[in-house]
C-alpha cells in the first residue's frame, strides 16, 4: 500500500544546511513511520549529526520542508518539540552530575509537568501532585531500563553503560511519540549492546525511532528502514537487507566515492546532495572528523 507525509510522524524532504560555503546537507529527504525504527547511517562527515539537529529543531534548515504528524512543526527550538513529543538523547550523556538519578530523569519529564518546566527543578510554581505523580514516572521509567535501583546515586558513580540507560529513561520518561537515538551504543560492551538491542524493540511498541549509529551489527538488528547519507547526500534507503546489499554503500564504507551512477535519485524518502568535504557539525572541537 502506497503510503503519503500525512501516514509518517515525521517526515522531511528536500533538507538542505550550508555552512558558509560549504554545503553539508543538500536535498536529503527521510520519513518515519509510526512504530517503527529507522536508522541513518553514513561514514564519517556523511551528514548525520546535521540531519539530526535538523530533525531535533537544534538547526535550522537553509531550505526544505519538516511536518510533523502531516503538518508544520509547532514552532522550532529543541524545547517546543519536546513538547510536541520528540524526544532525543546525546552522543554525550549530558546527565546533570550534581542530581540524582531519579532527579536527572524527572528533570526529562517537564511536558508533564503542570507546574512548567522550571517547577521541576526549582519547586516554582509547582502544582500540587505533580512532584509525586513524576517521581513515580521517573522510577517506572528506571525500572524498564533495568536501573531502577540506582535511583538515588550520582550519575558519576556509576559505570558508563548504567549512565547510558539513565540517560535513555529520562529521554523516554515524557511518553514520547518519536524517540532521536544519537549513537546509544558507543561505549557499550556486546552484552550492554544486546540488551539495548532489545530494548529498541520494546520501545517501537510505544514510540517510532530514528537511531544514528555506527555499529552495524546494532542497525541491522533492530531497523525496518535504513537512510545511508555519504558527503550530504542519500547514496541509499531500503530495508537492512537492502542496503546491505548495495554496492553504493560497500564503496562509501571502503572509503571509495560514489559515482554519479550510483547515487540515489531522488526518492522518498531519499535526496542528493553535493558536499565536498567533511560536514563541521560531525567534526570534534579540535577538527577531527567523528
Known amino acids: 500500500m502506497t503510503t503519503t507525509a500525512d501516514d509518517h510522524l515525521l517526515s522531511a524532504e528536500g533538507v538542505t544546511v550550508r555552512f558558509g560555503g560549504l554545503t553539508a546537507l543538500d536535498g536529503v529527504g527521510l520519513r518515519v ?52 513529543g520528540i524526544a532525543r538523547t546525546f552522543q554525550g550523556l549530558n546527565l546533570f552530575p550534581t542530581m540524582t538519578v531519579l532527579e536527572n530523569v524527572v528533570a526529562g519529564a ?14 516554582l510554581g509547582r502544582h500540587h501532585g505533580d512532584e509525586r505523580e513524576l517521581r513515580a514516572r521517573a522510577l517506572a521509567a528506571l525500572d524498564r531500563f533495568g536501573v531502577a535501583d540506582h535511583a538515588h546515586r550520582l550519575p558519576g558513580t556509576l559505570p558508563y553503560g548504567v549512565q547510558k540507560h539513565v540517560a535513555l529513561a529520562r529521554a523516554c520518561v515524557a511518553e514520547p511519540e518519536l524517540l532521536l537515538l544519537d549513537e546509544p551504543a558507543s561505549g557499550l560492551s556486546a552484552r550492554e549492546m544486546d540488551a539495548l538491542a532489545d530494548r529498541i524493540r520494546d520501545l517501537r511498541q510505544s514510540m517510532a525511532v530514528v537511531l544514528v ?35 553504493a554503500v560497500t564503496r562509501a564504507y571502503l572509503g571509495e566515492p560514489a559515482t554519479e551512477s550510483t547515487r540515489a535519485p531522488h526518492a522518498a524518502p531519499a535526496g542528493s546532495a553535493d558536499a565536498s568535504r567533511t560536514d563541521p557539525a560531525d567534526r570534534t572541537d579540535d577538527g577531527a572528523a567523528r
Open 213 to 247: 549509529e555506527h555499529h552495524m551489527d546494532l542497525v541491522m538488528a533492530v531497523c525496518d528502514h535504513i537512510v545511508v547519507l555519504d558527503f550530504g547526500r542519500v547514496i541509499s534507503t531500503g530495508t537492512p537487507d537492502q542496503v546491505r546489499s548495495d554496492p
Open 33 to 84: 513511520a509510526p512504530g517503527t525504527v529507522a536508522g541513518l547511517i553514513g561514514p564519517n562527515g556523511a551528514g548525520k549529526t546535521t540531519l539530526f539537529n535538523v530533525l531535533s529543531g537544534v538547526l535550522r534548515p537553509d531550505s526544505g520542508t519538516l511536518a510533523w504528524k502531516g503538518k508544520p512543526p509547532p514552532g522550532r527550538g529543541p524545547h517546543r518539540l519536546a513538547r510536541a
Open 110 to 123: 517537564d511536558r508533564l509537568a503542570r507546574g512548567g518546566p522550571l517547577s521541576l527543578v526549582t519547586g
